[in-house]
């Protein structure tokens, strides 16, 4: 699935074209020819506007989670996450002595109500969301919500920290809607890696900063690895410059479309074992509510027994809730039909042999 012709080509004309100078320190933002293209790329794609003095090209979207923790947040801050949410992002926050909030979701976004209650409890420096395909319930936001927490941003005064990783991988005729893209008082912090959409291995994203944290951010980055890939950013480069994106997310998405629908139709078959299935339009997992009893963490081991493998749901729980034991996260992003097949086999006679 990844387009390792196409990138070979574009790897060697940029050897062929800068020389050793592919291989030298690059700026620490970035290589400004790639930024110059990200901004044309994210006003068209996504209708953010922004400038290339404001990207920083990070080396994965998990160091650009830990460059914006270093850059902003201190021993006690409190951050407010997204429960559940990704356990990646939360041991970033820990490891700077941050206290996580976290706050419930719901059909539409992170619950409003909540979320101002503890907002004003805990006065938060950031809030960490993902708006599309949330992992690993992957709800989206509607723009009502996204719209609130915009309002609040500014009355309370934090940053609101934006990751995606999934806004291209829309199967159905929902169109995806970045918070970035609304924010008019610089309060959102963009983060995207290309990783699961072009290649894991790549190990290149980037962050929109705020005009206020730039200083701050690229001191942050120049003191963790100098700068990303030389090589790969200009590689990366050409390959927005020749349209190529487009063309590879065209290819993912029916490759992706077919196993959605194909796990879809088989998890269906599980709601007459009292399981329950959020039918999301888009990305590469499913999230579901197991029957009344049922224990994540148990259905994990026994999956596991049989050769499949599941998330148990306390994994992406901040804190630890036994009545949170009760939901199970399944991929199909690296799965073949027939794994989906026979893995879905598998997770249904567990579930109907659980006691």
Not at 35 to 56: C, D, M, N, P, S
Not at 145 to 156: D, F, G
Not at 183 to 211: A, C, H, N, Q, W
Request: proline content about 4%.
């Amino acid at each position: 699935m990844f387009p390792t012709e196409t990138f070979k080509e574009y790897i060697v004309e940029v050897m062929d074209r800068d020389k050793g100078y592919a291989f030298g320190y690059q700026e620490v933002n970035g290589f400004m020819k790639l930024r110059e293209v990200l901004t044309q790329f994210l006003k068209q794609t996504y209708g953010i506007e922004t400038k290339a003095e404001l990207i920083q090209m990070v080396s994965g979207a998990q160091q650009g989670l830990d460059i914006i923790a270093k850059s902003l947040l201190y021993s006690g801050d409190s951050v407010i996450t997204e429960n559940p949410t990704y356990n990646g992002a939360v041991d970033v926050f820990k490891s700077r002595g941050c206290r996580i909030v976290p706050v419930s979701l719901t059909p539409q976004g992170l619950d409003l109500v909540e979320f101002e209650k503890k907002v004003k409890i805990c006065k938060p420096k950031l809030v960490y969301i993902m708006p599309n395909f949330q992992n690993p319930t992957t709800i989206c936001y509607n723009k009502a919500t996204l719209l609130a927490l915009l309002k609040l941003a500014h009355t309370y005064d934090f940053y609101l920290l934006e990751e995606d990783s999934m806004w291209e991988l829309t199967y159905g005729n929902r169109g995806s809607l970045s918070l970035k893209s609304l924010d008019t008082e610089d309060r959102v912090i963009y983060l995207k890696s290309f990783s699961k959409l072009l290649m894991p291995g790549l190990r290149i994203g980037f962050i929109i900063m705020p005009k206020a944290l730039v200083e701050a951010f690229t001191r942050t980055k120049q003191t963790t690895d100098i700068s990303s890939s030389g090589l790969m950013q200009r590689a990366l480069e050409l390959y927005f410059k020749n349209n190529k994106w487009e063309e590879h997310i065209h290819y993912m998405k029916k490759i992706y479309k077919d196993r959605y629908e194909c796990m879809l139709s088989k998890l269906m078959e599980l709601e007459n074992d009292e399981v329950e299935l959020y039918k999301p339009q888009g990305g590469v997992c499913f999230w579901l509510r197991l029957p009344k009893g049922m224990s994540a963490q148990h259905l994990y081991e026994k999956c596991y027994e049989k050769g499949l493998l599941i998330f148990p749901s306390p994994i992406f729980f901040p804190h630890l809730d036994p009545s949170k034991d009760r939901y199970i996260r399944l991929s199909f992003a690296a799965c073949s039909i027939s794994d989906i097949q026979k893995g879905t086999d598998i997770l249904a006679k567990c579930i109907k042999t659980y006691h």
